[in-house]
């Protein structure tokens, strides 16, 4: 089996007394594309937003390319609050940054969609290499760095024609229509040149013909880029096709994981999914 | 509609240089045109501090209100610093000039990068425990700082630094070409400065700040930076004020000062800085000069019209004012920028949109 890209260990995150990830565990192999799932409010997001480090966690441990790059484990009010399990088997607090986790490799998408609204298709991609950039802000500001924003530029081209939306570039980013808007973010996270990509619901709002056209589109970009994909999603027809394996969340516990098809059968996962829209 | 880059290039230097010509021509006369010669700098100087301010609160979506305090502080600096050494005893007649800074006197330029420098060192120290608060915090602090910071300026303890409420005087003239100059340069490399990299992370950054840390910009560095940036060209626009007035005192730097900048930067729109420039000119103009007969007393047949008096020019400027706010809410410019195509755009159009024009009218008399 290939390398352990990613990591999580007995994540818990407790927003007050609303535990909405449950000591939750699970691993990404580099080169896989696997995928969460559960019902609307399970906790997915949540989960994202801990491994990303928008949220500190209020128990466990991620570790990304065998660095640990978040630990915590229940502090101040906490201590006393805390729901979750396995306490006492952190001991370290390790919070990094969403910025330092995008530069070691790590780009995400959005479930509501968040763009540079207003700035052009061409510089949402660009500003994605600003953290790469070497030049500092006396070099930039008198264009000593000319070099390398040529090559900026050149590259951003690329990644455009690549994704299909050059013949858009010079469009104010709301102006395109929603399903390009998603392409447009997925674009963007590639511009960061990550080693893992999450997706959060990218076929979210999709019709079944644009699902299909984001399906192929993943599967390509991952094979190019070499990509390893986490994805949450909806559609299961999509999850199905495109994933290795799947983690299922409700209300914030795993309750099952393996192949498609042994989530497919899994009595549990039916069961939470029992009554719940197909199309949600 | 696109223009060829020869014709651009052509007509940006057809300006430049009658530009220039208008400022020879007003050097050279004065003593007629006094008038235009002070609107001219004063609008300059402001159109420095208003894009200094725009970077932040345009570009960066950062709302600071302590403009007037960053000024405040370059501008002292660069007063005590340029003050010939022989006038100090004049100036500071009460208490005497405090013997460590009586015998420094620097050459202009260093006067004013040390005035930057003095208002972008306050601005690090004020800016790291505040930038990491939601953003509503830093218009109260920043508000804050630059009241403080002027009550410091005119308290008696520091008579022997800033003479106190006694004001600064004796500051050397510097030429209509030195002032309008160095505006203009300021205000080049602020417009270098958020076409750069690091100006596209800052409009990410106003733009949303989940994502713009999501691509892996680092908030609170990107932050300093700009509200560092941002003191250092209001501390060299108070630079540039005390340049050109000659005097200062600490009631030059009260909060309606910022308010006016602010009043600048919207109207020639949020994150536009030829809107700024602009703005900056037209408001200096209409407050300073093109309203001045409001004030004067009006006869009209041998009635005197009650209304024409002191201050009542302001007044009108109030109301100007409110109009250009209920009606072009996003300013003069909006966000973009001045271009050659803007303008024939805009002067082929106005055929149309006077036709237009009268043709709502007819509408409506039907
Ligand atoms: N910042 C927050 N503060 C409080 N509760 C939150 C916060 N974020 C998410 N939650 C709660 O956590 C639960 C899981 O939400 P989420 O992760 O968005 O679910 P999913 O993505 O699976 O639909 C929900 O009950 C939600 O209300
Ligand atoms: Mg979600």
Redesign the pocket.
């Known amino acids: 089996m290939s390398k352990t890209i990613l990591k999580a260990e007995d994540i818990t995150?407790q927003?007050?007394g609303?535990v909405?990830?449950n000591n939750f565990s699970m691993e990404v192999h580099e080169g896989e594309i696997v995928a969460l799932i559960?019902?609307?409010?399970?906790?997915?997001?949540?989960?994202?937003?801990v491994i990303t480090g928008v949220?500190a966690p209020t128990n466990g441990a991620v570790y990304f390319d065998e660095q640990m790059i978040i630990s915590n484990y229940p502090q101040g009010k906490m201590k006393k609050m805390y729901a979750g399990e396995n306490e006492g088997k952190y001991t370290k607090k390790i919070e990094k940054t969403p910025d330092q986790i995008t530069k070691l490799g790590v780009a995400r998408t959005f479930?509501n969609i968040r763009l540079f609204k207003s700035l052009t298709v061409f510089d949402n991609v660009l500003i994605a290499k600003h953290m790469r950039s070497k030049a500092n802000v006396f070099s930039a500001t008198f264009r000593l760095n000319a070099k390398e924003e040529k090559k900026n530029r050149e590259e951003t081209r690329k990644l455009l024609e690549i994704v299909g939306l050059l013949d858009v570039q010079n469009e104010i980013a709301s102006s395109l229509p929603y399903g390009k808007q998603r392409h447009l973010e997925i674009a963007r996270a590639l511009a960061t040149e990550p080693k893992l990509l999450l997706l959060?619901?990218p076929a979210a709002g999709m019709n079944p013909q644009e699902t299909d056209e984001l399906t192929a589109f993943i599967k390509r970009v991952k094979e190019q880029f070499g990509l390893t994909v986490f994805m949450?999603e909806h559609h299961m027809d999509l999850v199905m096709e495109i994933s290795d394996r799947i983690y299922v969340?409700d209300f914030?516990k795993p309750i099952a994981s393996g192949t498609p098809d042994e989530i497919q059968n899994n009595k549990r996962v039916i069961e939470a999914y029992l009554g719940v829209p197909e199309d949600e | 509609m696109n223009m060829k880059k020869t014709t651009k290039t052509i007509c940006t230097l057809i300006a430049a240089a009658a530009f220039i010509v208008l400022l020879v021509f007003l050097e050279s006369n004065k003593n007629k045109y006094g008038m235009a010669v002070t609107v001219l700098q004063k609008g300059f100087i402001l159109a420095v501090v208003a894009v200094s301010m725009n970077l932040l609160n345009g570009f960066t979506g950062l709302f600071s209100l302590g403009q007037a305090g960053f000024m405040a502080l370059g501008a002292y600096t660069y007063a005590i610093f340029t003050i010939p050494v022989e006038s100090r005893a004049s100036v500071y007649y009460i208490s005497g000039m405090n013997p460590v800074l009586a015998g420094i006197e620097l050459p202009m330029l260093v006067a004013l990068v040390a005035a930057g420098l003095m208002a972008a060192a306050f601005a690090a120290v004020i800016g790291f425990p505040v930038l990491r608060l939601k953003s509503d915090y830093l218009a109260i602090a920043t508000l804050g700082f630059s009241e403080i910071i002027r009550a410091l300026i005119a308290s008696p303890q520091m008579d022997t630094i800033t003479n106190g409420s006694y004001g600064l005087k004796s500051i050397p003239a510097a030429s209509i070409y030195v002032v309008v100059g160095l505006c203009i340069i300021c205000i080049a490399i602020m417009a270098l400065l958020i076409n750069s990299s690091f100006g596209r992370a800052f409009k990410a950054i106003r733009e949303d700040e989940i994502a713009a840390e999501a691509m892996g910009i680092n908030l609170l560095k990107h932050k300093e930076l700009a509200f560092v940036i941002s003191s250092f060209f209001a501390g060299i626009g108070g630079g540039l004020l005390a340049m050109f007035m000659r005097s200062i005192d600490s009631s030059t730097f009260k909060i309606a000062m910022t308010y006016d900048i602010l009043l600048i930067v919207v109207i020639g729109g949020m994150g536009s800085i030829t809107g700024s420039v602009l703005s900056a000119l037209l408001v200096t103009a209409s407050k300073e000069w093109w309203l001045r007969f409001f004030d004067e007393p009006l006869t009209i047949a041998g009635v005197n019209i009650p209304l024409f008096r002191n201050g009542f020019r302001m007044v009108i400027f109030s109301i100007l004012l409110m109009v250009v706010v209920l009606f072009y809410r996003r300013g003069i410019m909006g966000t973009s920028e001045f271009s050659w195509e803007g303008l024939t755009g805009l002067i082929k159009s106005i055929p149309s949109r006077v036709t237009s024009l009268f043709h709502k009218k007819e509408g409506a008399a039907r």
Do not use: H, R, S
């Open positions: 995150m927003f007050g609303v909405a990830v559960g019902p609307n409010g399970a906790g997915k997001t949540t989960a994202f937003n949220y479930q959060d619901e949450i969340l914030g």
